[in-house]
């Protein structure tokens, strides 16, 4: 299996790497750089982004640390998925093409740089899988997107939060105002762009308001408890890529409920169990998004046995296993 080659020993030992040692790549993937010819070169299919930007959020920070931790957390998961049956290695040539710049105190650079990396992921024709950072990275890997795709393009957001608001104390580009800048984009109709799993209270009166005058479809936990996981997401999917050339998934960790989710900015209960979590994105993988996001991970707040972080990465692992398989379970 690939694994982060083992550094020589003093008697030239050249095994492979083994866990708990040397620094990994997610789930021991080959380090590709982020070009589109190196990606294309090495057939990746999909490609691991780390995105470590956490400048926009209104609340707490640390997400930056995330795709670090998800890579040690990953190195113990195999690469045959037998919920699947099938070889994530063999099935997308799985890449981890490292982590975005991100540099201090400049957002906009960050944000031009995140455009500029996952630019060369589509251009490659593989998905790029970004991991944050804050919610607000969909703003530069949306601009992305509507530069490389012809057509329209759509837009699903599973989250606890509606993430409407226009702007917050007059700056546009926070982690609570992507869907508002998402449908500014000249090839997002807000009818394509869809709202799974709001609840709580952090969704203020002018963002439900927001989604009201766009016509932005939302489905509240309420909602999703009364029709199921199924109908819902499968629906939800319909609206994105009704009329679109491609559709692009954001996955906040806070759409999963917060006792299986602690490690992240705004833990929210009564969000989703962790089998709903991950048969919606075996369904997002079956429809084969152009780009996939889970942003908002603190791996500070996870607990010690790192609940979040496993999860997070489970969910990835259901997308490509929903996309290998077309959303159907070959086993297990
Ligand atoms: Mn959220």
Redesign the pocket.
């Known amino acids: 299996m690939p694994r982060t080659p083992y550094a020589m020993g003093p008697d030239g030992w050249e095994g492979p790497g083994l866990p708990q040692s040397n620094f990994p790549s997610f789930m021991g993937a080959p380090w590709i750089p982020c070009r589109e010819d190196a990606i294309r070169d090495a057939g990746a299919r999909a490609a691991f982004l780390g995105v470590p930007f956490d400048q926009a959020t209104v609340y707490r920070s640390g997400s930056s640390h995330a795709p670090r931790a998800l890579r040690y957390v990953s190195e113990m998961f195999l690469p045959y998925l037998g919920d699947f049956d099938i070889n994530v290695f063999d099935e997308f040539r799985l890449a981890d093409a490292g982590d975005v710049p991100m540099i201090p105190a400049d957002a906009e650079r960050s944000r031009s740089y995140i455009e500029r990396w996952v630019s060369e992921i589509l251009r490659a024709g593989a998905m790029p899988i970004c991991i944050g950072g804050d919610?607000s990275i969909p703003i530069p890997i949306g601009r992305a997107i509507s530069e490389h795709v012809t057509g329209r393009f759509g837009y699903i957001h599973f989250?606890?939060?509606i993430?409407c608001q226009p702007n917050f104390a007059g700056e546009r580009f926070t982690n609570w105002s992507h869907v508002a800048r998402m449908i500014e984009l000249p090839n997002v109709d807000p009818r394509n762009v869809a709202i799974v799993g709001a609840r709580g209270a952090l969704n203020p009166p002018e963002q439900w308001d927001f989604v009201e005058e766009h016509g932005i479809r939302v489905y509240r936990m309420r909602e999703i408890q009364e029709r199921g996981i199924e109908e819902v997401v499968r629906e939800a999917l319909d609206l994105v890529t009704d009329g679109t050339d491609a559709f692009y998934c954001s996955l906040?960790s806070?759409?999963v409920d917060a006792s299986a989710m602690p490690g992240t900015?705004?833990p929210?209960p009564g969000g989703l169990l962790s089998t709903e979590m991950l048969r919606a994105c075996e369904l997002i993988g079956a429809r084969r998004p152009i780009a996939l996001d889970l942003v908002?991970l603190i791996p500070a707040y996870d607990n010690p046995a790192q609940i979040s972080l496993r999860l997070a990465g489970y969910m990835i692992l259901h997308v490509l296993g929903g996309w290998a398989t077309g959303g159907e379970r070959i086993r297990g």
């Open positions: 919610h989250d606890a939060h993430d906040d806070d759409v900015d705004a929210e908002e």
